[in-house]
């Protein structure tokens, strides 16, 4: 199965500091994603690519930057934090072709 | 507005019982659904996709899809203690297109 890794698991961060989540994919998909989910929310859309050296707003960019430097790694950058930004990320990666999205175990990040 | 729309938000059903859950798009450019399954602290697992109009059932599980309304549906027969989780929807434009989550219904099986 396709192996997404995420780090950290866990941050606690403080309003207005800079807070960087990473993920890795060791499988070669062209297309990478990050996601948030709270409650009542479902899964939304922050950003995502389809390659390395591109990114795209999703449905709720504000706030957040995001950096796809290889294949394998995507990163979500809050450059400053927010208690709003409080929530669970899920980095995901996907395949053109078939479209099935492999997650990670999430990050869970608390603005205080 | 959420675009994938998921009805009920919540669900019980007994063990053995039949759960069925709902999905309708608002975004008339989607053409694929999926459906993921994500037990509590765990991350979302793809369950079943469904590209064409009509039924695709595996197992216990039967996924319909009327393109003409946007609105898929899950059905869960004979169900267990372990189907219970947070069963999300999403929709796409086109194959290797973002993925558009709905809200979620949240599935509780009754031992």
């Known amino acids: 199965e396709a192996a997404v890794t995420q780090s950290p698991r866990n941050k606690v961060a403080v309003t207005g500091g800079k807070v960087t989540l990473s993920c890795n994919q060791t499988n070669n998909h062209n297309n990478m994603y990050w996601y948030r989910q709270d409650t009542g929310h479902g899964l939304r859309l922050i950003h995502y690519s389809y390659g390395a050296g591109s990114t795209e707003k999703g449905d709720i960019p504000d706030g957040y930057k995001a950096s796809r430097p290889s294949q394998e790694n995507f990163s979500l950058i809050l450059e400053l934090a927010t208690p709003s930004q409080t929530s669970v990320y899920f980095c995901?990666?996907?395949?053109?072709?078939?479209?099935?999205?492999?997650f990670g175990a999430g990050t869970r990040l608390s603005v205080l | 507005q959420q675009k994938v729309q998921q009805s009920p938000e919540s669900l019980i059903v007994p063990e053995g019982g039949m759960a069925s859950l709902n999905c309708t798009s608002s975004d008339r450019n989607v053409d694929y659904f999926w459906w993921y399954r994500q037990h509590s602290g765990k991350s979302p697992k793809m369950l079943m996709?469904?590209?064409?109009?009509g039924e695709k059932e595996e197992g216990r599980f039967t996924v319909h899809l009327n393109k003409a309304s946007l609105h898929t549906s899950l059905h869960i027969r004979d169900s267990q203690p372990s189907d219970s989780a947070l069963y999300l929807c999403?929709?796409?434009?086109?194959?290797?297109?973002?993925?558009?989550f709905g809200t979620g219904t949240s599935l509780l099986v009754d031992p």
């Open positions: 995901a990666s996907g395949d053109k072709g078939q479209n099935t999205l492999y």
């Open positions: 999403a929709a796409s434009m086109d194959m290797g297109y973002k993925l558009t």
């Open positions: 996709s469904i590209f064409s109009n």
